[in-house]
């Protein structure tokens, strides 16, 4: 069946529609009568019964502006069928023209056109104003989109079309506009009835949601073309919907594309379609444990009605394809499984931080304490250099010595040899005590060799 359009479904068309009966000065959409012109008068006007009109014969002109009844003085109906021979199913344009010389007109009745094996949608009613021979002339200009479901010969019936003229309270004038006689080329029977006819299908916009293992996605593109419907694309679909290991394909859901861009550009008669696929990945990931698979191709048959009017044998005929080849989509692991895997990718770079800032600190302790201590040491040397005399040397030296880190008050000559003192400095401590309590001769200059070797030799790892 022929996709919908106005008041059915393209958006763009619908508003028009809206609109169109909204306005009083806009005439009215084919299939919708107006408000019974009895109650409409008020009582007041006699209500003029214009009988039936007798049909002229069908004719198999594609432009015609015959018709049997009455016209208001200058007004001209003129109805166009784009092809005379379609093929069946094939989406034809229906125009339906009428122009109003004189503007007299306040109010027309149009039906959309009929007949048996045939189907129509509403496609636009629109009212503007345009110029032939130097005049301004109103024009309300109907179109449908016409498929004739049977092939032979079918009779497209326009209706009767009532006028309501200004300054008239009832309408006195009716026509019927010629039908037409159309020869319908039958397809071939063992293509299914569900192949839509038209002379191009593509596929448009694709897109694939970012995948998360147990989480649904979304699988979305389009398809532009002539005479679809939900229920023909559904049936195109199912059969190549083959879900890949690891990754579940849901029923596609179909409707019209919010977008008929893409459509409008391909011609009046073309609707963009949306369709729309959950999926589904799988946690243990695809058939090979990879969390990727590939989404199925589609291959979509369609008719191209213009390769039947060309062929003398319908059965040489082959039919055309629309393609959206294979590809490969990846999805993450689920959330927790992400955050096990960024801690253990994190975690050596973690042990390898802690350890670096322990050998950081570690070394850096160190240094500091070296550091301190050769600082104590060289400040022990100046201490002890800065000694006036011996007694004053013999002070300092005992300060010093009871103030290392491990401290030795009133040491020994053993305890200070144990504790690695040179000879020469024991040597020297000993010339000390002697110069303190003994006395010799000779004291400043015996006082500064012992001086400058006990702080000299003073030994430098006492203060680590």
């Known amino acids: ?14 508003v028009a529609a809206i609109a169109l009966l909204l306005a009083a000065s806009v005439p009215a959409l084919a299939d919708i ?21 007798e049909p002229l014969p069908a004719v198999a002109e594609p432009i015609s502006r015959d018709g ?43 039906h959309r056109p009929a007949g048996k094996g045939i189907d129509t949608q509403v496609l636009e009613a629109s009212q503007d104003t345009v110029e032939i021979d130097g005049r301004r002339v109103n024009r309300r200009h109907y179109r449908w989109a016409v498929q004739a479901l049977r092939p032979g010969e079918v009779t497209l019936e326009f209706q009767r ?13 009716a026509w019927l506009p010629v039908a037409r006689r159309l020869e319908v080329t039958r397809l071939p029977a ?16 694709e897109q694939v949601s970012d995948l998360v293992a147990g989480e649904p996605g979304e699988w979305r593109f389009n398809l532009v073309g002539e005479g679809l419907s939900a229920k023909a694309i559904e049936q195109l679909l199912r059969a190549q919907l083959t879900a890949p290991p690891g990754l579940r394909i849901d029923e596609p859901s179909i409707r019209l594309a919010p977008e008929q861009a893409p459509a409008e550009a391909m011609g009046p008669l073309a609707e963009a379609w949306e369709v729309r696929l959950s999926l589904l990945p799988a946690v243990e990931g ?35 394809y629309a393609r959206r080849d294979a590809r490969t989509v990846a999805w993450q692991a689920e959330p927790a499984e992400r955050r096990w895997a960024t801690i253990r990718a994190a975690l050596p770079w973690v042990i390898g931080g802690a350890l670096a800032l322990l050998v950081i600190v570690t070394l850096g302790r160190f240094g500091w304490r070296r550091w301190r201590a050769h600082h104590a040491w060289r400040q022990a040397q100046r201490d002890l250099r800065a000694a006036p005399d011996a007694r004053a040397l013999r002070d300092r030296l005992n300060h010093q010595l009871a103030g290392l880190p491990r401290p030795m008050p009133s040491p020994s000559r053993g305890e200070l040899a144990t504790r690695g003192a040179p000879d020469d ?25 012992v001086r400058a070797t006990l702080a000299g030799a003073l030994p430098a790892r006492w203060f680590r």
């Open 1 to 14: 069946m022929m996709a919908t359009r106005l008041l059915n479904g393209r958006p763009t068309s619908r």
């Open 33 to 53: 009568p107006r408000p019974d012109r009895d109650r409409d008068s008020g009582g007041l006007a006699e209500r003029i019964e214009l009988g039936p009109i």
């Open 68 to 110: 049997a009844g009455r016209l208001p003085r200058g007004v001209i109906v003129e109805t166009e069928v784009a092809a005379i021979d379609p093929v069946q199913r094939e989406t034809i344009l229906v125009t339906q023209t009428i122009l109003d010389p004189a503007r007299q007109l306040r109010g027309v009745e149009v």
């Open 161 to 173: 079309i009532e006028f309501d003229v200004v300054g008239r309270a009832q309408s006195e004038y």
């Open 190 to 205: 063992h293509w299914p009835e569900y192949l839509p006819v038209t002379p191009a299908l593509t596929f448009g916009e």
């Open 286 to 320: 695809g058939g090979d444990g990879t969390r990727e698979a590939r989404l199925p191709a589609l291959t979509l048959p369609f008719v191209d009605p213009r390769r039947l009017e060309a062929s003398a044998n319908l059965a040489e005929v082959a039919l055309d």
């Open 425 to 449: 400095w024991l040597a020297a401590r000993a010339g000390l005590d002697r110069l303190c309590f003994a006395g010799v001769a000779g004291e400043d200059e015996a006082f500064r060799r």
